[in-house]
């Protein structure tokens, strides 16, 4: 499922690391997802090569990410460039907070 | 009989005619459709999905305030998948191109979201496969129908048995007949075990086979204690653990009312009362229990189920996961105390002739440093979260407690070097547990924040005794006078130098012992957390003074046999006032 070059659409990306305990398991992945839906643009998650729809949770947390792991964030799409803003700041500080 | 053990991971003892649950799932009855009815399986799975996520908001609505955190966040994880459009999808293009049923698609799907689940590295990760197969069994049900009604139909009190339990099998749990569980499967952080553990009722996990072992009916006695159950017991079992089990639950509630009250002799010294865990959940039990902290953290079980050396991080989240339970209140971890067991066994080519004079515990540590500074790391990291303190083991000299300063210190220069957070003042105690840590008190006392009395290994170096071995187990005698004089002269010696002196061995955990500590000057017990509100219980009835006088006796006393008679004779006169 390769993403077209982007022309018509914005796109976005940017490398974040996991920094929470537990890493990106279900209770941060759930927060996650909820905020990719609230995007209109498609959410593309990668780990090394393994890659996963950022709006699915099935995906998300197959990818078991744990601490220190190190994702690709990309965004395709109109608010591309907010939804990159948003998630990365829930990967770097939202769940690092709420550990427990 | 039969007695299969397995782990314990929910408390209490319980004996109950046993429901079995079907250990097989749901049959599907037909794999493929012709592909002109492809549309209508679309259109089934979409409504199976509707009604399964209508049923869980149902259930959250109508149950959701009886339901602690966890099993709310289990069922926020099921709404999830359930309005995942890929995961939709997905299934929805197997019914469209290989003409599959819904169930089947469904099945399909969700076995190999399960598999890859299961297949992860990650403990936490790999046993949320059984939420993926709820899941499964969820949406079936909508597919197929109602088949698995036995547990809402229930009229007397079962022992429930299963492969391993799902996390909405368990919630729709109706507490007044499910006594207990025991299952096949299952690990200490797994659904069946949070959710037993928060429902209050004994669970014995990883038993193997036992749904093949049992038939429904079957009289089932579940130790969740010591992690075994017995399958149609006979009569003197039966009436033996009849008797534990009522004696358990009638002490249980009259000991309740001592949980919120405070510790406090009948003179008004407040004796802290601690608990010894193995496990971090142990941590919610002493807690619950009216505990004021962790006395004494082992941390051997992290090695114990290992193949493999644990990672610096699995120390750190263990005890995270406890200081995460404790809040404020203080948690002693102890070094690993290995020694004489498999994981330092099986790279020991040659058996050591004798390991409890061999290399054990600090001396194992000491020469295996790397595995030794990855504990501390990890008790200095997790030390910035809470209020952590450390304790080497089995020290018998002060050679060897500057040793293991040595390499504390070097790893908290290691880690302000990275910039780690750490708490600069962790407080550092050392165990008291051989003779010759006794005799040099004075020293060590120099050089730590506090002692902590083991008092199993004290009395078994002290008068040479295995109590395991049953020809010489009659000699181990905690109340013989060179034990007793050796405890007194290192709580004098803690007392004069003003550092804290607790004692953690099994005789905090006696009632006949408490007074007698007590008298010597103890303010600190660490104990078995269930044992808490007994031994509370006795301190409030009782006056240091009246202690002391007791204490003053029985060092005067020459054999063990007039000790342990006092100390009885004593405990029977606090027993009748009460």
Redesign the interface.
Same mark, same amino acid.
């Given at each position: 499922m390769q993403v077209p070059p982007a022309q018509n659409c914005n796109s976005a990306e940017r490398i974040v690391v996991i920094r929470n305990e537990e890493g990106l398991h279900m209770r941060p992945a759930m927060q996650f997802i909820d905020c990719a839906n609230g995007f209109e643009s498609q959410i593309t998650i990668h780990k090394g090569d393994q890659r996963a729809n950022g709006k699915s949770i099935a995906e998300l947390t197959m990818l078991a990410a744990g601490k220190g792991t190190q994702l690709r964030i990309c965004a395709v799409g109109n608010d591309a460039a907010q939804a990159i803003e948003a998630l990365a700041e829930i990967i770097e500080n939202e769940i690092t907070k709420n550990t427990d | 009989m039969e007695i299969i053990k397995g782990i314990g991971v929910s408390p209490g003892v319980v004996v109950c005619p046993a429901v079995v649950l079907d250990a097989e799932d749901y049959r599907i009855p037909k794999r493929e459709v012709p592909s002109s009815q492809t549309r209508m399986e679309i259109q089934r799975l979409r409504r199976a999905f509707m009604d399964a996520t209508g049923e869980l908001i149902h259930l959250e609505d109508a149950q959701g305030d009886l339901w602690d955190r966890r099993i709310k966040?289990i069922f926020?994880?099921h709404l999830?998948?359930l309005r /995942? #459009?890929? $995961?939709r999808r997905r299934i929805t293009e197997l019914i469209s191109e290989k003409q599959y049923t819904a169930e089947y698609a469904v099945s399909v799907v969700m076995r190999d979201?399960a598999r #890859?689940?299961s297949q992860? @590295? /990650?403990q936490?990760?790999s046993e #949320?496969a059984s939420d993926i197969y709820d899941i499964e069994r969820r949406l079936l049900r909508h597919l197929i129908g109602e088949r698995r009604e036995e547990l809402q139909h229930l009229r007397e009190p079962v022992v429930v048995v299963a492969h391993d339990l799902t996390p909405t099998q368990t919630a729709g749990f109706d507490k007044e007949f499910i006594k207990g569980i025991a299952t096949d499967a299952g690990g200490r952080t797994s659904h069946t075990a949070i959710v037993a553990r928060s429902m209050g009722i004994p669970a014995v996990v990883a038993l193997g086979n036992v749904t093949d072992e049992i038939n429904p009916g079957d009289t089932i006695i579940v130790d969740g204690n010591r992690g075994t159950i017995v399958i149609n017991p006979d009569q003197a079992t039966l009436d033996e653990y009849k008797r534990f089990a009522a004696e358990i639950v009638e002490h249980v509630h009259e000991l309740d009312e001592m949980i919120q009250l405070p510790a406090v002799t009948t003179d008004g010294v407040t004796i802290t009362l601690l608990g010894n865990i193995e496990f971090p959940y142990e941590a919610e039990i002493t807690l619950a229990k009216g505990g004021d902290g962790i006395g004494l953290y082992r941390t051997e079980f992290l090695y114990l189920d290992a193949a493999e050396e644990p990672t610096e991080?699995d120390h750190? @989240?263990a005890y $995270?996961d406890t200081i995460?339970t404790m809040g404020k209140h203080p948690i002693t971890i102890r070094t690993v105390d290995l020694g004489a067991d498999k994981f330092t066994q099986e790279k020991n080519p040659i058996p050591e002739r004798n390991p409890f004079l061999g290399l054990r515990s600090i001396r194992y540590c000491l020469q295996n440093l790397s595995l030794f500074r990855k504990q501390i790391r990890a008790i200095l990291r997790a030390s910035a979260h809470g209020n952590v303190k450390i304790m080497f083991p089995l020290i018998t000299s002060l050679l060897e407690l500057r040793q293991a300063k040595w390499v504390l210190a070097d790893v908290k220069e290691d880690l302000e070097e990275e910039g780690i957070d750490f708490d600069e003042n962790i407080p550092i105690g050392v165990m008291i547990e051989t003779p010759a840590a006794a005799l040099v008190a004075e020293e060590l006392a120099d050089e730590v924040d506090f002692f902590s009395i083991g008092t199993n290994d004290l009395i078994q170096y002290t008068l040479a005794v295995d109590r395991v071995n049953e020809k010489v187990a009659s000699l181990y005698s905690p109340t013989h006078p060179a034990v007793l004089n050796l405890i007194n002269h290192v709580v004098r010696t803690a007392i004069r130098a003003k550092i804290d002196v607790s004692l953690c061995g099994e005789m905090a955990s006696e009632i006949e012992y408490t007074p007698l500590l007590l008298g010597m000057g103890f303010t600190i017990l660490s104990l078995a957390p269930p044992i808490i509100p007994e031994i509370k219980e006795i301190v409030r009835s009782v006056s240091v003074d009246q202690c002391r006088r007791l204490a003053r006796k029985a060092l005067s006393m020459d054999t063990d046999t007039q000790i342990i008679s006092l100390l009885r004779e004593e405990l029977r006169n606090i027993q009748r006032i009460d």
């Open positions: - | 966040d926020a994880v999830h998948f /995942d #459009r890929t $995961l979201v #890859r689940f992860a @590295q /990650d936490y990760i #949320r991080e750190y @989240q $995270l995460n």
